[in-house]
Nanobody
Framework: QVQLVESGGGLVQAGGSLRLFCAASGRTISTYGMGWFRQAPGKEREFVAAINWSGGSTAYADSVKGRFTISRDNAKNTVYLQMNSLKPEDTAVYYC???????????????????WGRGTQVTVSS
């Protein structure tokens, strides 16, 4: 069973940057696609970004395209989310997740991911 632990969240002013980390333990994530999702109070969990197992393919929600960058270091069993030009509407709990299936193409749905971290809070003030 893989354990995923997110970190790097915090309070930042609009226009600022944060870098989120997702550290995996217990099992390797190097053969699995990974994703970042977020959930704001009173809203459903939504897709933010995903990366395939090799790091050669990425996908982003329209709302973050051009501002966020997902990357991974398989040697460190870690996935990153660089968030720039943050907006108040980016405020949410951010979750890291691993695909159900190794070597699969990128998936964007919540139900495509079988292992989740507990999340890290990101708050953007105006």
């Amino acid at each position: 069973q893989v354990q995923l632990v997110e970190s790097g969240g915090g309070l930042v002013q609009a226009g600022g940057s944060l870098r989120l980390f997702c550290a995996a333990s217990g099992r390797t994530i190097s053969t699995y696609g990974m994703g970042w999702f977020r959930q704001a109070p009173g809203k459903e969990r939504e897709f933010v970004a995903a990366i395939n197992w090799s790091g050669g393919s990425t996908a982003y929600a329209d709302s973050v395209k051009g501002r966020f960058t997902i990357s991974r270091d398989n040697a460190k069993n870690t996935v990153y989310l660089q968030m720039n030009s943050l907006k108040p509407e980016d405020t949410a709990v951010y979750y890291c997740a691993r695909h159900y299936t190794p070597f699969a193409q990128i998936r964007l749905g919540v139900t495509d991911f079988g292992s989740w971290g507990r999340g890290t809070q990101v708050t953007v003030s105006s």
